[in-house]
């Protein structure tokens, strides 16, 4: 044992694997089969048996650790451990310890929504020797799914690093009055009025795609489309069907169609008509740059512009799964869709 001062600090013995028969492992060995395996071969602690030697040769460990901890350092398991439960909230539960990794999967039942203090994530990572991924804020994350995992680096790691991460999340959790700072939300059930627009959709010219792609949508995050509507090119009929929509109490009013640049693009000056507050004409993400968002007498309205039917994942993604967390669309988070928005054209 080696004392600095009068602490005691980690010693690691290097064994040869031939010798170590009889000894306990200091941490997880991984073993990688490309295409077949990659998890763990051997757990901490596990004493090793003649049998093993040829194991631990396959997998490229010649020597083996033999560990005592300092008393001013923590093993990556116990760090990792520390971490998740200091930053585990809300609709998150944590994993075992795996090869040094604890993971915190969301224990919501349905798809959720994450949310992570990005900034917080910042902090955490600046202090070295410690790694903390995420998955992006508002990104959805469904039954079980992970959405972020801790580790330490090193195979042990000074203690007051753990500390300072437990210190910001409890700073966080005061601040906010919160259980912890990475949460899961759940997604309400809304049902939602649909209006789609467009002459060649109203007379039958052509069969409406558009209705079929916004259900699709919406049931695969547990919503609906309560009733849909069809109106031509006309400001008026649009304002009126708004106006219906409104009036049947949906949660939600979702128009498609006509939000471009044509003379038949009559659906942004409708909705303004119709009486909404507009958040914002024009979202700076592609796809979905012509989408409108806006609130009619406090329910959400959106202009839906033709790629939310065609393209996998646009601007109404984002906002759609923002609105069903319960969130209130603001100018500042449209104007922040532009940086990373760029996902076709
Ligand atoms: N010169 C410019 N052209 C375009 C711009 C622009 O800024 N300048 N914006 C582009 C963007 S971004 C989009 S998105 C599209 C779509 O705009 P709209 O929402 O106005 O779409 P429409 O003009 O109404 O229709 C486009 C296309 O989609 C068909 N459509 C529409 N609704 C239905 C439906 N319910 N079922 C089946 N098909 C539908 C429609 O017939 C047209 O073919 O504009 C870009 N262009
Ligand atoms: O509203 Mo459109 O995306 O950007 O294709």
Redesign the pocket.
């Known amino acids: 044992m080696r004392m600095n001062g009068n602490k005691r600090t980690t010693v690691l013995r290097e064994v040869p694997s031939a010798e170590a028969v009889g000894m306990a492992l200091a941490h997880d060995l991984t073993q990688i089969i490309p295409g077949q395996f990659k998890g763990r071969l051997f757990k901490r602690g596990y004493v090793i048996t003649e049998a093993d030697i040829p194991k631990l040769l396959d997998i490229g460990k010649e020597h083996i650790y033999v560990m005592e901890l300092g008393e001013d350092e923590l093993h990556e398991d116990e760090a990792a451990e520390r971490m998740a439960l200091a930053l585990a909230g809300d609709g998150v539960a944590c994993s075992g310890t795996h090869e040094g990794k604890v993971t915190l999967r969301s224990s919501l039942d349905e798809p959720g929504i994450a949310d992570i203090p990005e900034e917080l994530v910042h902090q955490i990572n600046s202090l070295g020797e410690i790694a903390l991924a995420t998955v992006r804020t508002h990104a959805v994350v469904g039954a079980g799914q992970p959405l972020a995992a801790t580790r330490a680096i090193p195979l042990v790691v000074k203690r007051e690093k753990v500390e300072a991460v437990e210190a910001l999340a409890r700073q966080w959790r005061e601040q906010h009055g919160a259980a912890g700072p990475i949460r899961m939300r759940p997604l309400r059930k809304l049902r939602a009025g649909l209006l789609?627009?467009?002459g060649?959709?109203f007379s039958g010219r052509?069969?409406?795609?558009?209705?079929p792609a916004v259900k699709a949508k919406l049931e695969m995050l547990g919503s609906e489309v309560a009733e849909q509507r069809f109106a031509p090119d006309d400001r008026q009929v649009i304002v009126n069907e708004i106006h219906y929509l409104l009036g049947q109490g949906y949660d939600m009013i979702l128009i498609?169609?006509?939000?471009?640049?044509?003379p038949?693009?009559r659906?942004p000056g409708a909705i303004q008509a119709a009486g909404a507050e507009i958040v914002s004409y024009g979202t700076p993400m592609?796809?979905?740059?012509?989408l409108l968002m806006g609130y009619l007498q406090g329910v959400p309205i959106l202009g839906?512009?033709?790629?939310?039917?065609h393209d996998p994942y646009t601007s109404f993604d984002v906002l759609l799964l923002r609105i069903l967390a319960g969130d209130t669309i603001t100018k500042r988070d449209i104007v922040s869709m532009g940086y990373g928005g760029l996902h076709g054209c």
């Open positions: 789609t627009t467009g060649e959709v052509i069969t409406d795609k558009f209705g498609t169609g006509g939000m471009s640049v044509d038949d693009d659906t592609l796809p979905g740059s012509m839906l512009p033709g790629c939310v039917m």
